[in-house]
């Protein structure tokens, strides 16, 4: 197994993407997209192969879209208090 760091930080990446496949609770599974997404990101800054460059951004591609989904959950769930700026509300 690579101990570089591109292959340790896509590991983490994959764990907490993993993680919040399977959570049953929208706000844990919110919690580990969030730290997927940034896991993912960093490997993508770290990395220099390209074929694995391609690779971590399809899967960050996928995880964002599955974060947004689970960031609509929570706020159809649990509506913010006061007044939202419309820009937010059409960005979700």
Request: hydrophobic share 40%.
């Amino acid at each position: 197994m690579s101990d570089r760091l591109d292959h340790r930080l896509v590991r983490q990446a994959v764990r907490y993407l993993t993680a919040a496949r399977q959570d049953e609770n929208t706000v844990i599974a919110a919690l580990h997209y969030n730290y997927a997404v940034a896991w993912f990101e960093a490997a993508l800054e770290a990395t220099i192969d390209e074929g694995l460059r391609s690779g971590i951004r399809e899967t960050l591609t996928q995880a964002q879209v599955e974060q947004d989904q689970v960031q609509r959950e929570l706020l159809r769930r649990f509506p913010p208090r006061g007044t939202i700026p419309a820009v937010v509300l059409r960005a979700h």
